[in-house]
């Protein structure tokens, strides 16, 4: 990495602000849901702590769109901070003034504050500089741990470090940023990435890019079908997405010109509405998906041929579930790639929201090498585009 790191700089009595990814589901009555990206800051806060520094911690949570919102305070986050970090974790209940500056001044090394949510400020999303300049007010380091909202240039992320002596990555922007980078800086041969999910048009620079970088590419999920289409094949009431349709042609020739396989599904689990217990058709190789169904999941030949891909891999990039897995009768597709990916004695790497919840679903999460906390992020550095959270950060 090109950046400077927490361990390149002394910390030891500093006032250090530390940007986290703290955007944790919370369901109707206010508690975490999930507090998998709370637990993934703790490396950077203890070491920070252990090491005598003073912290100022900070994240967004939710959409408040640059106004106080009650449902989107941060406090349900400093409660579980207390708890994880078995310390005292102080909370002020607002981002910046006069409250803040006072309780920035107090706090001794290793003891810690966290901010309410940055975008109770309409500052943070628009990269105000005035609003950074209040978050860097006595500020000596600044610590990017964000990797969720890397790609955005926000005040927190981008502005904040032109009024900070020097910014630096966390270890959990760090970890990230290795990972990924094995899909994206000299691939082994036998990267296989999967890539599946809603819309081609979410992920089109995702897929261009590493089919460059990668010797085999799986599509699947409803993206599948604007290939399939484009292909010349029956699918019935599939969501495809016309305007793309040249694209993807485009790119199934670039893969053959090349001599990279790009696989589409074989056969398919469709119906004609998406419910629990509707009635299903498996339609077999070669044939079309009837006109008044769609295809909702990846069928049996297509689960056995991924399979077999992915046994072979060296390096294995996920991105997109295979079907409407959030229901069960359209969910087999999803959870067996699931399981032949934890399966394999590749590295793998798995991203985006609705893939890394699929992967928790299967229940082999802790079999993958490598899930990323950050879902838009992980997609825009596999596309091969520079991250305004990174490349914000002090030069090493
Ligand atoms: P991720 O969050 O992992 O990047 P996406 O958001 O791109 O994934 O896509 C996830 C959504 O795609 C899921 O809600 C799933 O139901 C949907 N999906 C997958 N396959 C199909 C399909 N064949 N038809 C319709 N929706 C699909
Ligand atoms: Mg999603």
Redesign the pocket.
Known sequence: MRKKFIPDIPVKGKRVFVRNDFNVPLDKQGRIVDDTRIRESLPTLQYLLQQGARVVCASHLGRPKGEPIPDCSLKPVAERLRTLLKQEVRFTGETVGAGVEKAKKSLKPGEILLLENLRFHAGETANDEAFAKELAKGIDVYVDDAFGAAHRAHASIEAITRFVPVAVAGFLLKKEIEYLSLATENPPRRTVVVL????VS??LPVISHLLDKAGTLLI??????TFLKARGQGVGQ??VENEQLGFCADLMARAAAAGKRLLLPLDHIAAVR?EPNITVRIIPPGEDIPEEM????IGPATIEAFTSELAQAELIVW?????????NT?SAG?FEIAKAVAASKATTIV????????VLKAGVADRITHISTG?GAS?EFLSGKALPGIEALTEA
């Open positions: 599946g999910g809603a819309k979410d992920k699947g999920g409803a993206m599948a079908y599939s969501k998406i769609m295809g909702l999941d991105n997109g579930p295979l079907g409407v897995f959030e229901v359209f999803t991203g985006g929201g609705d893939s890394v919840a699929a879902g997609l």
